[in-house]
């Protein structure tokens, strides 16, 4: 909870409200200024006094590595500034900071440090933050926000702009199902992973895992027009979750 109150409200700052880039990036760089503090066992700032004495304390008794708290906050700043992306590699050298050192950090908790599950993790993560990238491109097309790659655009005709103001076409369609099945292939490489973490934390993941592939596939049945509509989950899918999960474990057995 505290990892998550410092990450969420990082993304506000960065993300919510009417304030300027400029005023969003001083923000930023005020918070990056009592993260140190916070980690050093010095007083943050009475803005965000209760974010940062819940997360210096577990800080301090479970040693979290600083880096990854850095990270989410340069792809915070990262996210201000807006920037295009020229090919998949650099989309996921931006989830490499925006998703992969959530992961990095409740892998730590957990006391699981091997290559493998921490590539495996950043499987997982880099797929649910481009899962929620397509998920979500007719929210971000009117916020001037574009995710897809240039050379994705290139391949299937399109124009920035035609993705930004939420065009569907045959080509917009084709695109989609292109990037979700990039999406799926990453999830399903790292989903082994939830046979690693014990307890509540391995179902937990199993819930997560399961719950990015049901979006992929929600836009799969209405035919990758993700810009006409937000696919989402409800109350309705978390018996088919449960059962899901359940198989996976079943399946490791």
Aim: charged share 20%; with cysteine; proline share 6%.
């Amino acid at each position: 909870m505290a990892i998550y109150h410092f990450a969420r409200t990082a993304d506000d700052l960065a993300d919510e409200g009417t304030a300027s880039a400029g005023a969003r990036l001083a923000d930023l760089q005020a918070y990056r200024g009592d993260l140190v503090a916070a980690l050093a066992g010095r007083p943050p700032s009475p803005r965000w006094l209760g974010v940062f004495t819940a997360l210096a304390a577990r800080a301090q008794a479970f040693s979290l590595p600083p880096q990854h708290l850095h990270a989410l906050l340069d792809a915070f700043e990262q996210d201000v500034r807006n920037p295009p992306y020229a090919d998949r590699a650099a989309l996921l050298d931006y989830c490499d900071r925006s998703a992969n050192p959530v992961g990095r950090l409740l892998l730590h908790l957990y006391g699981v440090h091997d290559a493998r599950s921490m590539q495996q993790a950043d499987a997982i993560c880099s797929a649910l933050q481009l899962i929620n990238f397509w998920q979500d491109l007719s929210v971000d097309g009117p916020r001037s926000r574009l995710y897809v790659p240039h050379a994705d655009l290139l391949r299937h005709g399109l124009k920035a702009h035609a993705v930004q103001r939420c065009e569907d076409s045959p080509q917009s369609r084709a695109l989609v199902a292109d990037l979700c099945g990039w999406a799926q292939d990453l999830m399903l490489s790292g989903a082994p992973l939830v046979h690693q973490i014990p307890g509540r934390g391995g179902w937990e993941l199993r819930l997560v895992v399961q719950g990015g592939l049901r979006i992929l596939e929600k836009i799969s049945r209405m035919n990758h027009a993700v810009m006409l509509q937000r696919p989402k989950l409800s109350a309705v899918d978390l018996p088919m979750l449960v059962w899901r999960a359940w198989r996976m474990r079943a399946a490791a057995r």
